[in-house]
């Protein structure tokens, strides 16, 4: 089978049989986030009303009834992965003061990634974490440098529950933070 799940340079999810995809309508041009059947292509649900602009960069994430995705804009935002109905959307850039590269013409390319209760997202010196429950902000990391280029990469946790860390590939640094607290356990500067 195939199936049109639009415009744009998103990957997929696939959890528990259903596929999860983001990109550009190509008919109405409006964001469109669907979840089809992972055996047969047919659309479970497609969520036209998300206020996400632009062609969609990073791949959604499932975690077990929500899914999570990030518009290249910066709006981030939980569906319930059965329905498709909105449980919370926070834009990055208005609500934390959160911005990509404003020299950038990809805008956020960083997929959001969850691990134990938050979402972990590839900004700033050394990333982010909202609660994956309500969207609100739980740490952010300092954004007092100078910008030299755009986040692709996505965080990656590691460790052990007692001691979690998350990996986040800066524009400057590769940094291991606590996952708790956001505080630095070590960095590596990439970039001089």
Known sequence: WTADIGAGY?????????????GKDRKTLSFAFSCL?????????????????????STPTVDGDRVYGLGRDGMLFCLDAKTGAPRWQKNLNADYHVAPNS????????????????????????????????????W??????????????????????????????????????KAANGEVTWSYLHRE
């Open 140 to 177: 952010l990391s300092d954004s007092s440098f100078n910008w030299r280029n755009q986040f692709f990469t996505s965080p990656v946790p590691f460790g052990p529950p007692e001691n979690r860390n998350v990996l986040f590939f800066g524009p400057e640094k590769l940094s291991a933070v």
């Open 10 to 22: 998103s990957n997929i999810a696939v959890a528990q049989g259903r596929i999860y995809a983001m």
């Open 37 to 57: 059947d992972a055996a047969t292509g047919k659309v479970i649900w497609k969520n036209t009303t998300l206020r996400v602009y632009g062609e969609v960069e």
């Open 103 to 138: 020299n950038s013409m990809y805008g956020w390319a960083t997929s959001p990634i969850v691990d134990g209760g938050c979402v972990f997202i590839n900004a700033n010196s050394s990333g982010m974490a909202v609660d994956k429950l309500t969207g609100d902000l739980v």
